[in-house]
Structure formats: C-alpha cells, structure tokens
C-alpha cells in the first residue's frame, strides 16, 4: 500500500504495540502530527501534549522504565530537538529504551544554516545508543523498526530518528509487518548480518559459571552488591532473589539496583558508596569476594577505585563488556544477560548458611532518627511508606530528597523507583512521575523533589492538571540547594556561595495556579494528614514539606576517598 512518510511512521508504532506518546509539535513535524487526526490515529496511540520538550523525554523516559516498555517521544526540529538533549543523555546513562522521533528540515535545506536547522545526530551521537538522519522514505519503515529493536536490546538504551520534513510528505509502499519479523527483514538483518550477529545476548560461558561457584565454596565473607542491571534484564529479578537467599549472603545495591532486594529484608544493608550505610560501606572493605551484577561501579559507588574492595576477589557481572575493568580492575567476570547468568549459577548452587558474618555486618549501628516535633526528611518517607502500603512508585529528582528516599522508603519491585542515577538530572522527576502514572493507572505515583530542582520543570503541573494524571508531588523544602549546600558545610567551610532560595514561588499557590489541590505541612501529623487528602482526591496535589536548612544526609564519604572514610557519621 502507498503511504505518506507521515503516515509509515504511525503504522511503524502500531506494529511496535505503542499506544503511547509524549511530545510537542512544531513545523517541521507538523506531517505526522496532521496524521493523529487526518487518519485518526488519535483514537489508537495517547498523545501527551507537554509544556516543554524536555518534560516529554522524562516522561517518556519514566513511561518506559516503571513499565519495561519503550518510551516514545516526539519533538520539532531546532530548539524543539535540542530541549530534549538532557532526557536523552538521562536515558542514556541509566540505560533506559526510549525512542525519539524528531523532524528536521527538508533535505535540499540542510547544511545551510536554514530557520531551526540543526545537527541533532551529530549532537546525541556520543549519548545514544544509534541514531539516524532519514532522508528516503523507501528506508523509513526500516529505520524505524530497527530503532526499536536496537532500544529494547542487549544493554537498553535511547534511539534517536531524525526525519526530514520533506520525507514524512513523499510516498512509499508499506506492509505491515510483526515485531517477531523484522529482524529478519531488511536493514536490520542486513545490518545484523554484516556484524554477523543477532541482538540476542551471547550465551554466557559456563566455564566463567562454574569459577565464580568455585569462588564461593571458596568465600567466607561474600558480599553481593546489586546495580540496575538487574532491574533493566526482564525477568531477572525473581532469579536474583533466588540466587542471594540461597548464597545467604549480605546484599547491598547501587541507587539503580533499588528495588531487586526489597528494602525491608534480612540480607539487605542498604546502599553502598558516597551515601551508602555503614553496614554496606564496611562490608565491602571486609568481604573477600564481591559478587557484582550489573553495575558500572561509578565514582559515587567506588568512591576511590584502588582501595574499593581491595581485601576481595571482584566478580564483575555485565552485558556490556565495555564495563568490565572500566573503573574498577576485577578478579573474575562474566558476560550475559544478568537473568541468564543468574538462571546458571541458580541450577548449582548450593545452600549456603553466613551466619557469623552476616551477624558481624549488621552489628553496626546507623545514626539515630530524629522525632523531635519538627519536621524530619524520614518521617516524610516513612508516612509514604505507610499510607501507600509500600506499593507506590517513588520518582525523584537529584540531591538529598534523593538520597533521603533510597534509604527510607522500602522499594521491593523493579521500576518503583525512578531517578537519574548516572546523570544526575535535577527537573527529571515530575516529567518521569507522569510517564509512570500513564503507564501504571492503578499505582499511586509520588514525585519526590527539592526545592531547588521542582523549579526546574514544575510548569508540568499544567500537563497533570490537563490530563488529569493524578501525581503526588512532595517537596522537601529547606529553601536552599540541599545537597551542595552540605558539600560547602562539610568540606567548603561554610561558605554558602549562591545556593540559598529565599525567593518564591509559593508552592501552594503555585499549585492552585495550575487547577491542582496544594498543601504545607510542618511536622509529621500535618503531612500525614496532608498526604491521606491528595490520595483521597485523586488529582495532581502538591505538598510543600518545610525542613530544616541543615538537615544532612548521613552517612557521607567525601569523592576520591575510600567509602570506609566517613566524613559525617
């Protein structure tokens, strides 16, 4: 069948199973916008109209991580590509499929400095996994289908599709085609073909299998520490806990790795590295294997790479063979699909019983919790915690509140906590809060955020209130950029050079601006009885949570230091 370009790009989505899209048009992607009402795929695939590109890549984003599929996003060319620069970059990082479709200028335009022209390949190029200038119609099926495939692959990550404009008008033959076909058709086999693979993950080598369980019936201190690996790999997480109750070993997790080993169970010690616990941190100075899964061992981790683990034989498991001796120099490894590695070691192992040392590593003591009538950060959580059931997903931006939610809110399934852990995005959390609730009606979504990062992206409120997406915004509002400014207590003397926030808006206010509900709370019954009104009203509500200026995150270890080198107890 004949079909405009516009049009090929829509059928492409269906094909994929996408039934939502978050986005914001523009002139030269106005042919595929004209398509959601010309031939009414608006009636097939949801569009969210964001109030700014960068929301729609976070939404998207979020979308695609809480719900395992791939995150689709549309932006206009010029400044409309070059706002979701951040999102991509996000998604990048924390390995997180999303395709982003975005049109340029038409092709006899290109090159020439035309009104928002812009090398929007050239500039995502070293933050994609692949990305594509379409300037043939007859390949744009094709191109399509081979983004998704690439996406969703091996290690996920973005996949950006530039079209351009005069493209999306020509027309082209068009079949539609099963997903279960396309790798087997076209560019993408013939592309798999020159590299003489498929996009199945290589079998991991059962001789690297069988070393890391010598390794163990070796070990008397192991020491398990979990990343996001195991979150992305479909089906992996059921095996991981199968795996770490039958090694009886401690656990701890990278920010990624939340929601692996649930948060309240007897083998967790809590996060490991700059924030990380003391049972964590000092575990990894103790053990004498590290079995990692799934991690990049990044400088918030192994805060000082030489000494990180240095009394252990280090077991680095990952897709990515990239990541195996990048930051951290291994002892043994193992490459594969972290559900498949696991099933491996799964069929073999043993029962193991590390009652001496797990009864060593959680005999240490965390700094006592506050409850003195003000307003704590974990009493915040630990509310959430209770009035959800512990079943809400928990999106955060970056700095303390982010800290603070890792370590007091119990996440024990994949995809209920959504941060940016590799980026460090602050304005990610309210556009990934809606890409949740889009994806998952049924479950309470709570934006957790600062002060300081809420003003990055709050106009999204106005996305919330059109659409009726009812997410919980909590604000941790100690009018001050929390996290840097207990970086300039602790290390820069106390000098609090331009981070303070003694300036509006007020966020309730702000709220009520936007047709939502907004609420103050100043200790913990107030926010209790806040928080029970936005989960009875089920709308966008805004919670402004007054703080103390000073409250720190502890424990902490200062960067380029060992993470037994507690700066603040």
């Known amino acids: 069948m004949r079909m405009k370009g516009s049009q090929i790009v829509m059928e492409c989505l269906l094909e994929q199973g996408v039934d939502t899209v978050f986005g914001y048009p523009g002139g030269t992607i106005l042919n595929i916008y004209d398509e959601f009402e010309l031939h009414g795929y608006k009636e ?29 996003c549309f932006a206009t060319s010029g400044p409309g590509a070059t706002n979701l620069v951040t999102g991509i970059a996000t998604a990048y990082y924390d390995s997180s499929p999303v395709v982003l479709i975005t049109c340029n200028v038409s092709e006899n335009l290109i090159g020439k400095d035309s009104f928002q022209e812009v090398d929007i390949t050239g500039i995502t190029m070293p933050i994609t996994k692949c990305n594509y200038l379409v300037k043939d119609v007859n390949q744009l099926a094709d191109v399509i289908r081979e983004a998704f495939a690439i996406a969703r692959s091996g290690r996920p990550g973005p996949v950006l599709i530039d079209i351009a404009k005069n493209v999306t008008a020509a027309e082209a033959d068009y079949a539609y085609m099963p997903v279960s076909e396309h790798p087997n058709h076209g560019r993408l086999a013939n592309m798999l073909r020159r590299a003489g693979r498929d996009l199945k993950t290589p079998e991991p080598d059962q001789n690297d299998i069988d070393k890391l369980l010598e390794l163990i019936e070796q070990s008397k201190r192991p020491l398990v520490l979990v990343g996001g690996g195991v979150i992305r790999s479909k089906g992996a997480v ?14 701890a997790s990278t920010i ?14 809590g996060m490991v590295g700059m924030h990380g616990s003391h049972a964590s941190n000092m575990a990894t100075y103790e053990c004498d294997l590290l079995i990692a899964i799934g991690c990049r061992f990044s400088d918030r981790v192994a805060t000082s790479p030489s000494t990180f683990a240095r009394k252990a034989k280090i077991v680095h498991i990952d897709i990515d063979r990239a990541e195996i001796d990048k930051n951290v120099r291994t002892y043994h490894h193992i490459i594969g699909d972290a559900r498949r590695v696991l099933e491996l070691l799964n069929e073999n192992l043993p029962q193991h019983d590390y009652s001496e040392w797990k009864d060593h590593v959680f005999s240490r003591k965390e700094v006592p919790l506050k409850k003195d009538g003000s307003l704590h950060p974990h009493e915040i959580l630990e509310t959430i915690q209770e009035l959800t059931g512990g079943d809400a997903i928990i999106a955060t931006d970056v700095g303390q ?56 992206n709050c106009h999204e409120l106005s996305t919330l209130e059109h659409y009726h997406i009812p997410v919980i915004t909590v604000i941790f509002d100690n009018r001050t950029l929390g996290m840097v400014r207990q970086w300039q207590n602790l290390i820069y003397h106390k000098r609090f050079s331009q981070t303070d926030l003694d300036r509006g808006p007020d966020f309730v206010k702000l709220a009520e601006a936007y047709g939502l509900h907004g609420f103050r709370a100043k200790n913990q019954a107030e926010f209790a009885d806040a ?13 402004d949570c007054a703080i103390d200026m000073d409250a720190m995150v502890h424990p902490m270890v200062n960067g380029g230091t060992p993470v037994t080198d507690f700066l603040l107890d």
């Open 256 to 269: 990624m790795g939340g929601g692996a080993c649930p948060g309240d169970h007897p083998l967790f010690t």
């Open 44 to 72: 097939k695939i949801h569009h969210y109209l964001t109030s700014h590109e960068q929301g729609a890549s976070h939404a998207a984003d979020g979308y695609a991580r809480s719900t395992g599929k791939v995150g689709v």
């Open 401 to 456: 509140h982010q800290m603070w939610s890792c370590q007091y809110y119990h996440f024990s399934h994949p995809g209920q906590l959504l941060t940016s852990g590799g980026f460090g995005t602050m304005g990610f959390g309210l556009g990934a809060a809606m890409g949740a609730k889009v994806g998952n009606p049924d479950k309470v979504v709570v934006h957790c955020t600062g002060d300081g990062c809420f003003r990055m």
């Open 531 to 543: 928080f029970r009104q936005a989960l009875a009203l089920g709308t966008g509500c805004v919670i």
């Open 238 to 251: 059921p095996e991981f806990r199968r795996f770490m109750e039958t090694l009886d070993a401690p656990v």
